[in-house]
């Protein structure tokens, strides 16, 4: 990997743009094996050069530019993570074009919004119900020239601009700056479908990789040149994935982009020696090797108990002596296993978000895969904060990255100044602004900062692009030696809020005692206290009163409101207090489940039942209760995964609910909301 001394960052920060990249590792050595592909029907993994690849890049680019992409101009990027996503990245980063990724799950309604933002020249889809989505609205946007459907190899792309001289991809490269915009890169939420892009700059994420690599690079430059290899299983069209991206690039690492749902079988083909993933793989491997234990005995049980503490201990322990080494050896058989889930090699796991518990940070380091945590937002292109092997704290996410500063507010809010900071909102010059504090930006990020300046994470305040920033005036001496931020008062998040804490965290904690798991389908019945507003029944003349049917409806619309929530049925008649059936939208629940970093393989059953989903619900329906009086506010309701559609007799063609239908049709699911009152 080169001399230790030296950082692959420092040549990284001096090119133009990201197109460079390629080009400078292909000229460097054309024959080293920089990507990994799938290929096949049985999985196998193939080695790429990049000489290859940089001609590979050059034929899609050529194609743009025959397809009229011109500098400036937005190109929308709508799959999953495969090779092709990478070619096509950096094809339009190359022609000085800019990037516009969404993940394929993205509702057609999020599509509509971010082409109407965006007013892209050319469309790369993945998927038949995306492709005609984007492609239906050529009519309405004249700009929008091209739509692609994202097949292997993009050979409709790649035939446009075969003839074409590759002096219009090497002029056009050659004119980059780092300071053109690069991607605009539109974060996952449900809590709003119209986010707003963050605009990154060439310079931005490249200092941004730069900063991730040289801070991991004490660990990476033990191994033998060439052999260093990550699996990517964070989404590349969210900012830690592109970070992620061009760290590998940067830093000379072999990349395997691994499929959705097939990350286990990736892992064991793959054999990496970097993993880079979210906090819930990490969990899920823990979880089933302890219930692996438990299902042989409670004496294995026992043993991986004490295998965990003497991992953990041993990560703890500052002095790694001949004792500890020895008591550490004893349980190598059952660390063994953890290393084979993931190929057996690994030599480094870099780990997104910062929502690894601190037991279980410590005992993958200490089984030998060491664990560092790494924090960001869009708006910093991914990353301002991370743990690296010197100096690191387990449970944390470390210090800030070099050249940028890190905070807390008296609220607990994140702040972050200098770095890799974004240059504003794609078309909001206002919301550009007030993502601001005196040069702070505002992360939506919940963590405290200690005395050393190591970051810990206590959450998700909100997506900061979501909306603009909590109007606030800076007061001095809060926290530390940084200024404070003055919000609006508040005690605390409503449950189930993004506010309300970590996903990872509120896992470990098990579920509230409010959730328990329902019928066979995989979805889930909640009971609730009751928290009910007082005016609609009162402090009014009756006539002016509204009846109980209304006061329902409105309860119903107001759940709806949600983009998580589809449908929603509140049953009252003949009922000793009032229940509701609630179903959700399918792709919202996609997005549900990449925000929350649930596994890729999860089905929709799964989780519709999952007891963070259930808390956010469970919140909604406390805000709903606080409209209607105490004997009409929902005091228990079942989720279900599937919406209700008129094919199953459950909808008139108007989209009004059957309701005797569904009473019928989920009568054992209502029956069970009453067996015990809450």
């Known amino acids: 990997m080169g001399e230790a001394s030296v950082t692959p960052g420092t040549r990284a920060r001096r090119l133009s743009g990201l197109g460079e990249l390629v080009y400078e590792v292909a000229t460097a050595d054309a024959h080293a094996q920089t990507w990994s592909v799938v290929s096949g029907e049985d999985g196998d993994w193939e080695r790429v050069t990049a000489g290859a690849f940089a001609t590979d890049v050059s034929g899609v680019a050529k194609g743009l530019v025959a397809a009229g992409v011109g500098e400036g101009d937005r190109v929308l990027l709508v799959a999953d993570n495969h090779h092709d996503w990478v070619r096509v990245a950096f094809a339009v980063w190359t022609v000085r074009a800019i990037l516009v990724p969404l993940p394929a799950v993205a509702s057609a309604e999020r599509l ?52 074409m001289d590759a002096s219009a991809v090497r002029f056009r490269r050659e004119a980059a700056s780092s300071e053109d915009a690069a991607v605009i890169a539109f974060p996952m939420s449900t809590v709003s479908r119209t986010m707003r892009g963050a605009v990154l700059t060439h310079g931005a994420l490249l200092a941004a990789g730069a900063d991730v690599i040289d801070r991991m690079w004490p660990r990476l430059s033990a191994l033998e040149p060439g052999a260093a290899s990550a699996l990517l299983d964070e989404p590349l069209s969210q900012a830690q994935g592109l970070a992620s991206l061009v760290a590998c690039v940067v830093g000379r690492v072999r990349v395997g982009v691994g499929r959705p749902g097939s990350l286990r079988a990736s892992l064991m083909g793959f054999r990496p020696t970097v993993v880079v993933c979210g906090a819930s793989l990490l969990i899920s491997v823990y979880d089933a090797q ?73 005992f993958y380091t200490g089984v030998g895969m060491p664990v560092m945590q790494v924090l960001g937002c869009a708006e910093t292109a991914g990353v301002f904060a ?83 920033a909590v109007p606030g005036r800076f007061v001095a001496g809060s926290v530390g030696s940084g200024p404070g931020v003055r919000g609006p008062a508040q005690v605390g998040p409503a449950p189930g809020s993004e506010a309300s804490g970590g996903a990872v965290e509120r896992r470990a904690a098990g579920p509230s005692p409010a959730v328990g798991q329902g019928a066979s389908d995989g979805a889930a019945t909640v009971e609730l206290p009751v928290v009910a507003g007082s005016g609609a029944g009162g402090g009014a003349a009756a006539a002016a009163e509204p009846s109980d049917g209304e006061l329902v409806a409105g309860l119903e619309a107001r759940l709806r409101a949600h983009p998580l929530i589809s449908q929603v049925m509140v049953i009252v008649e003949g009922r000793p207090f009032a229940s509701a059936l609630v179903t959700l939208v399918r792709d919202q629940l996609e997005y549900w489940r990449l925000v929350n970093g649930r596994p890729l393989s999860m089905a929709a059953e799964e989780i519709a039942g999952d007891p963070d989903l259930l808390r956010e619900v469970q919140g909604l329906v406390y805000e709903a209760n606080r409209s209607v009086p105490r004997r009409l506010a929902v005091r228990s309701f079942h989720v279900l995964a599937e919406e209700f559609t008129a094919q199953s007799g459950l909808v008139l063609a108007s989209g009004e609910l059957r309701r005797e239908a569904v009473l019928r049709a989920f009568s054992e699911e209502i029956e069970g909301l009453y067996r015990s009152r809450p």
Not at 127 to 154: C, F, K, N, S
Not at 420 to 442: H, M
């Open 290 to 362: 302890r219930s692996a234990a438990k299902s042989t005995g409670w004496d294995s049980l026992g043993t991986f108990n004490a295998s965990v503490d003497a991992a953990v201990q041993f990560d703890r322990s500052p002095k790694k002596g001949a004792w500890r080494r020895l008591s550490r050896s004893m349980y190598d058989w059952s660390f063994s296993k953890v290393r084979e889930v993931f190929g057996g090699r690994v030599h480094l796991i870099v780990c997104w978000g910062g929502a690894l518990p601190e037991k279980l940070d410590a």
């Open 112 to 163: 509509a919004h971010v082409v109407r933002s965006t007013r892209p020249a050319a469309a790369v889809v993945e998927g038949r119900r995306a492709h005609r989505v984007v492609a239906g609205m050529q009519r309405e946007l004249p700009d929008l020239g091209r739509v692609w459907r994202l097949t292997p190899g993009l050979p409709e792309v790649v035939s446009l601009g075969a003839y």
């Open 386 to 468: 991370a743990n690296g092997p010197e100096g690191r704290v387990a449970g944390s996410v470390g210090s800030a990255l070099p050249g940028r500063e890190v905070w807390a507010s008296r609220e607990g809010e994140l702040f972050v100044r200098g770095g890799a900071v974004f240059s504003g909102y794609w078309d909001d010059a206002e919301g550009s602004r007030s993502a601001f504090r005196e040069g702070w930006l505002a992360t939506g990020v919940a963590a405290e900062v200690d005395g050393d300046g190591v970051v810990w994470p206590r959450g998700r305040e909100r997506v900061q692009s979501a909306s603009a």
